[in-house]
C-alpha cells in the first residue's frame, strides 16, 4: 500500500519553461514533506522540504506547494534548466525521521 | 566531507551464499535507514535505526539483517539471498529532532542474486 503517489513515472519540458512535478499521499498523519533529486549512479540528495503548517516554500528556482485538504503537493522548477533532468522523488513523514517515498518522476529538461 | 559511504557499489552473488553490504557515516548522526529501490516501486524501506543498539523493522525486512554496534556503522547482512532481492540498495542517516530531516544517502550498492 503505497502511501506516497507520484503518478507520471516521466516529464518531458523545454529549457527555460516550467516544470511541475506532482505527488499525493494518503495518509493525513503525514506533517512533513520533502523532494529528492537523484542523478543516474549517484544517492538521492535533498532537494526542499514543506511543513504541514505552510502552503509554499520557495528555495531559488523550486518552490513546493502542499494542498493539504486535497492531500497533495507539487514541485515547481522555473526556469527548467537541462542540469535539472534526474529522478525526483517524493516523501512524506509523520513528524519522526521515518519517511515514506513515491516511485519517483524522470524530469528531461530539453535544450 | 560529511558523506554516507556503502561498500559494496556493485555486487553479483550466488543464490543463498551470505554476504554484507556496509554502510559508515561521518556526521555524527543518530538515525539510520536501509531503503531498496525497485522500478516503478520507489524507495522501500528495509530496516531503520534510531541510534546505537536500537533497530526496527520496516516495510520490507524479510530476508535482511542490520546491526548497530557503533553509531557510524550500519551493516545489512543477507544470510541467504535470493534473485528477488536483486535490488539497488541505499544507506541513509539523518539527525533527530523535533522535525524530520533531509536524509543524507550513499551512492548506492546494486546487488545481483543469480
Known amino acids: 500500500d503505497q502511501q506516497v503517489k507520484q503518478n507520471s513515472p516521466s516529464l518531458s519540458v523545454q529549457e527555460g519553461r516550467i516544470s511541475i512535478l506532482n505527488c499525493d499521499y494518503t495518509n493525513s498523519m503525514f506533517d512533513y514533506f520533502l523532494w529528492y533529486k537523484k542523478y543516474p549512479a549517484e544517492g538521492p540528495t535533498f532537494l526542499i522540504s514543506?511543513?504541514?503548517?505552510?502552503d509554499k516554500n520557495e528555495d531559488g528556482r523550486f518552490t513546493v506547494f502542499l494542498n493539504k485538504s486535497a492531500k497533495h503537493l507539487s514541485l515547481h522548477i522555473v526556469p527548467s534548466q537541462p542540469g535539472d533532468s534526474a529522478v525526483y522523488f517524493c516523501a512524506a513523514s509523520a513528524g519522526n525521521n521515518d519517511m515514506r517515498f513515491g516511485a519517483g518522476t524522470r524530469l528531461t529538461v530539453k535544450p | 566531507e560529511a558523506q554516507v559511504t556503502q561498500n559494496p557499489r556493485y555486487l553479483i552473488t550466488v543464490t543463498g551464499k551470505k554476504l554484507t553490504v556496509t554502510c559508515s557515516q561521518n556526521?555524527?548522526?543518530?538515525?539510520m535507514s536501509w531503503y531498496r529501490q525497485d522500478p516503478g516501486l520507489g524507495l522501500r524501506q528495509i530496516y531503520y535505526?534510531?541510534?546505537?543498539?536500537?533497530?526496527d523493522k520496516g516495510d520490507v525486512p524479510e530476508g535482511y539483517k542490520v546491526s548497530r554496534k557503533e553509531k557510524r556503522n550500519f551493516p545489512l547482512i543477507l544470510e541467504s539471498p535470493s534473485p528477488n532481492q536483486t535490488s539497488l540498495y541505499f544507506c541513509?542517516?539523518?539527525?533527530?529532532?523535533?522535525?524530520?530531516?533531509?536524509?543524507?544517502f550513499g551512492s548506492g550498492t546494486r546487488l545481483t542474486v543469480v
Open positions: 556526521m555524527n548522526h543518530e538515525y
Open positions: 535505526s534510531m541510534n546505537v543498539e536500537v533497530t
Open positions: 541513509a542517516s539523518s539527525t533527530t529532532g523535533t522535525e524530520p530531516y533531509g536524509y543524507t
Open positions: 514543506i511543513s504541514s503548517i505552510k
